[in-house]
């Protein structure tokens, strides 16, 4: 077990959100990539899209895989900027809060 | 034992000299093996050989999985649902009944962050060296300590992500396209991206992960219940806490048993105090019940002031194990282990697909009736290849116009056109007509499927 002093590695409020935003995203994108191509050969995508460099199945499930995790991650972005609250918006006047996304 | 004269408290405030006790603890023990068999498992997974192929491999390029003696189809999903369905609820049953089990024991981020936190200790030495050489100026000691932790990490990091990747693509063929520099731009970037997922998890991020970005950390509270087993820290034994001298039998009659040395927090990877009341932080890995045990063995208190129970117990309760969370969640697997079972066992080793031709609705051959065009796909799941004969019941006289025999080699695809025909006094209209595929080599398969066959509306 990691015995490291971990009071000064607690993350801040911003990096916990983002990291959840990150790793959450990750997780369902892989369970969306299962899913969908469990029904879709990945290939027939790859004929459709026509390109040099997309040629085979890995390729496929690759780009779906990213497409699904962009998705994901833009998503929970604007539903974090959505829901800040007040006092983390930026003021009327002056120069902008901290941003807290 | 021996007599010691130096206050018990700062004896046990120089994590240096108590350290190594938290190694030699029981749960951690436990840990350290539950980290070998199952890096094991993950490491030699790839290499084990079933019948002259990979045992476990999910071959996403073939889009086939074999897991040893079975084989997935993508027509298969259900039977991975099923498992993956199966696997969660005994995850529920294991967290109502144990607690965090998962959590301080199997998870792979707790198993690598472990390996991790183990060469790091091999190279830089124990907490307080670690600080030490933190805190040092650069040195040559420092130097190659650091570097070399590095490297075995990276080292350790990319032999993850090339064996995760040997899951997904055989992994022979994989290992030779590496050594001959010839691997596949995505194989690649795939072993560099899990490699670097692992480092970033294991190396860097650590409890960290399990406190803010795991979600079944945050989910998994609603399995608890009153019985189920937890760490925690025996109140009513313990405080009040404060620190003594050995043999102070005053203070042993106005104080509790905590000595208030802290080892609990010290020890405790996401930096927590147990005596605070369970925490969602808490992993449950129980280093601090080792930690509590080791200074309750050197004080000469009796162990388990912090201790895996339960919240009745604590409160002088009885513990009840069989209770309706738990049947509830016995039931469900039950269910599943046989939904699984009877699926597999019903489980044909051949799909039958028939596709009508639309292009043309009926044809019309004269003498010989009229006559439908069907594509029909033959998979044979099977490891051996097979002889199938076509059959058809519809319509008075309905027959097979094409050859009905064929054989399908081992897990392949095979197109085979089928036309059928009708007399004309019986084709009128639109009919319902069931295929029956069988094989002819005594392999005992037999599966049918509905089409339509489609005549004239007008009769001549």
């Given at each position: 077990m990691n015995d490291e002093t971990h009071y000064d590695r607690d993350w801040d409020r911003d990096t916990q959100k983002r990291a959840a935003l990150i790793w959450i995203s990750f997780l369902v994108a892989a369970a969306m990539t299962l899913v969908f191509f469990a029904f879709v050969d990945p290939i027939v995508l790859v004929d459709q899209i026509n390109h040099k460099l997309l040629h085979n199945r890995e390729v496929g499930y690759s780009i779906g895989f990213f497409f699904f995790w962009s998705g994901c991650l833009a998503c929970g972005w604007l539903c974090l900027r959505l829901t800040r609250r007040k006092r983390q918006l930026?003021?009327?006047?002056?120069r902008a809060g901290p941003s807290n996304d | 034992m021996t007599e010691v004269s130096v206050p018990v408290s700062s004896l046990y405030q120089s994590e240096g000299k108590v350290y190594p006790r938290e190694i030699n603890g029981r749960f951690t023990r436990l840990r350290r093996l539950a980290m070998f068999v199952l890096l094991g498992m993950f490491y030699f997974g790839p290499f084990l050989t079933w019948n002259g192929r990979?045992?476990?491999?999910?071959d996403l390029p073939a889009r086939k999985f074999y897991i040893f003696g079975l084989t997935l189809w993508p027509q298969d999903f259900l039977f991975l649902a099923l498992l993956l369905i199966l696997a969660a609820i005994t995850l529920f049953f294991v967290t109502a009944l144990g607690g965090r089990l998962w959590c301080g024991y199997a998870c792979p981020q707790t198993v690598w962050t472990e390996a991790f936190a183990w060469i790091e200790r091999v190279f830089e030495g124990d907490r307080s060296k670690r600080m030490k050489l933190d805190k040092a100026s650069m040195s040559w000691n420092k130097l190659w300590r650091k570097t070399g932790k590095q490297i075995a990490w990276v080292t350790l990091a990319l032999i993850t992500g090339f064996c995760f990747v040997g899951y997904f693509t055989p992994v022979r063929e994989l290992a030779a396209s590496i050594a001959s520099f010839e691997i596949g731009g995505w194989a690649l970037f795939w072993v560099l991206f899990y490699g670097f997922a692992t480092y970033g998890n294991a190396g860097f991020m650590r409890e960290q992960v399990c406190k803010y970005m795991c979600p079944y950390a945050r989910f998994q509270?609603?399995?608890?219940?009153?019985d189920t087993l937890i760490i925690t820290y025996d109140e009513q034994r313990g405080e009040p806490r404060g620190s003594r001298r050995r043999g102070d039998d005053a203070a042993r009659e106005s104080l509790?048993?905590?000595?208030?040395?802290t080892m609990c927090v010290q020890v405790c990877p996401t930096g927590i105090d147990i005596r605070e009341g369970?925490?969602?932080?808490?992993?449950?890995?129980a280093a601090c019940i080792d930690a509590c045990d080791s200074i309750m063995d050197k004080v000469g208190y009796p162990r388990g002031l912090v201790r895996y129970s339960t919240e009745h117990a604590m409160n002088g309760k009885p513990t009840r194990i069989l209770r309706p969370r738990l049947l509830i969640y016995s039931a469900l697997l039950f269910i599943l282990v046989a939904a699984f079972t009877a699926s597999l066992i019903a489980k044909q080793p051949v799909i039958l697909d028939v596709l009508k031709?639309?292009?043309?609705?009926y044809r019309d051959i004269g003498r010989n009736g009229i006559e439908n065009t069907y594509a029909m796909n033959v998979i044979n799941k099977d490891q051996v290849a097979h002889t199938y004969e076509i059959s058809v019941v519809g319509p008075t006289g309905i027959s097979i116009a094409t050859p009905t025999t064929f054989e399908v080699p081992a897990e392949t695809l095979k197109e085979i056109p089928v036309a059928v025909r009708v007399p004309h006094e019986f084709a009128k209209g639109g009919h319902e007509i069931i295929f029956t595929l069988r094989s002819?080599?005594?392999?005992?398969i037999v599966i049918t499927e509905e089409s339509r066959f489609r005549g004239p509306t007008t009769s001549y």
């Open positions: 930026p003021r009327r006047t002056g | 990979q045992a476990v491999l999910f509270s609603s399995m608890f219940d009153k509790g048993d905590c000595i208030d040395c369970l925490q969602y932080e808490c992993i449950a890995c031709d639309r292009n043309a609705l002819t080599d005594g392999s005992d």
